[in-house]
C-alpha cells in the first residue's frame, strides 16, 4: 500500500535553453549548471592549545555554461560572439534559462542566468573519414545562477 506520492529523477535529454533575442538556438548538451561559494579556512586555537581548523564560505561563483549542438547555416551565435570581440560587451549581455521537461512535455525544472555573455564559440572538427555531425560549442560567460523551479 502506497504511502506517499512517487517522484521519479529527471530525465537529462528533454530541455531547452531560453536566451534573450535569439532565436535560432536548439542544443544537444548543457553543462555547466552550478554554484560554488570559495572556502575560507582560518585556525584558532582551541582549549589546551589544540589548533582548530574553521571553515566559512568565501566568494560566491559560477561555472560557464557550455552548450553544443550540430552546427547549421545560421550565424546568429557566431553574431552575437561577434559583439564582444568588437568590445561591445555590454551591449551583447543577455538573461536566459535552461528548461528541463517531464515525459508529458510539462517544465519540471528551470535554471535562470542572468548578464550572459560567450565568451568562446568552437567550430566543428572536421574528418573526412568521419560520418558525425558537426558540433560547434558555445561558452557563455554570466553573472548569475538560481534555479527557480
Known amino acids: ?31 555547466g549548471l552550478d554554484s560554488e561559494s570559495e572556502i575560507i ?16 564560505p568565501g566568494a560566491l561563483k559560477w561555472s560557464n555554461i557550455v552548450l553544443k549542438r550540430g552546427i547549421t547555416d545560421i550565424l546568429e551565435l557566431w553574431e552575437w560572439r561577434k559583439k564582444v570581440e568588437q568590445g561591445k ?14 515525459q508529458a512535455n510539462t517544465e519540471v525544472a528551470r535554471w535562470n542566468f542572468v548578464d550572459a ?25 554570466h553573472e548569475g545562477l538560481e534555479r527557480v523551479k
Not at 10 to 25: K, N, P, T
Not at 89 to 102: H, T
Not at 117 to 141: C, F, M, Y
Open 1 to 31: 500500500m502506497p504511502t506517499g506520492s512517487r517522484s521519479d529523477p529527471l530525465v537529462g535529454y528533454h530541455f531547452h535553453v531560453e536566451i534573450d533575442g535569439i532565436s535560432q538556438a536548439q542544443f544537444r548538451e548543457c553543462t
Open 41 to 56: 579556512e582560518y585556525k584558532e586555537a582551541g582549549k589546551d592549545g589544540q589548533t582548530i581548523i574553521r571553515k566559512q
Open 89 to 102: 560587451v555590454n551591449e551583447a549581455r543577455k538573461s536566459g534559462s535552461i528548461v528541463l521537461f517531464d
Open 117 to 141: 555573455w560567450p565568451s568562446k564559440v568552437t567550430g566543428p572538427q572536421a574528418k573526412a573519414d568521419g560520418n558525425e555531425v558537426a558540433i560547434e560549442e558555445l561558452t557563455l560567460a
